[in-house]
Nanobody, 126 residues
Framework: QVQLVESGGGLVQTGGSLTISCAAS????????MAWFRQPPGKEREFVAA???????KYADSVKGRFTISREKAKKTVTLQMNRLKPEDTAVYYC????????????????????WGQGTQVTVSS
């Protein structure tokens, strides 16, 4: 059974940087697409970034150029490097794995059939 565990959240000032990570257990990491979503206070969960089994990446327009998603198959980890953070980036960030292998990054945006981590809080102070 696959489990996803996020780490690295915290408090950062506007304009600062933060890196959050997700460690996956289980044998299915290599061929599955990974993604980060976030849920700001009082809002719906939204797509942030995804990276496919072949390292194709996709980003939400709101984070493009500021955030970088990466993965290390040997360590079964996926990382989100966040730069030039803004108060509107404040949210609980969730790691997600596709329900099927070889899922496209575009399909991840639908957030259906995904496996979720427990989330990590990122707070950006103004």
């Amino acid at each position: 059974q696959v489990q996803l565990v996020e780490s690295g959240g915290g408090l950062v000032q506007t304009g600062g940087s933060l890196t959050i990570s997700c460690a996956a257990s289980g044998p299915t990491f290599e061929t599955y697409t990974m993604a980060w979503f976030r849920q700001p206070p009082g809002k719906e969960r939204e797509f942030v970034a995804a990276i496919s089994w072949s390292y194709i990446t996709k980003y939400a327009d709101s984070v493009k150029g500021r955030f970088t998603i990466s993965r290390e198959k040997a360590k079964k980890t996926v990382t989100l490097q966040m730069n030039r953070l803004k108060p509107e980036d404040t949210a609980v960030y969730y790691c997600a794995q596709s329900g099927d292998p070889f899922t496209t990054t575009q399909a991840m945006r639908d957030a259906s059939g995904l496996l979720w981590g427990q989330g990590t809080q990122v707070t950006v102070s103004s």
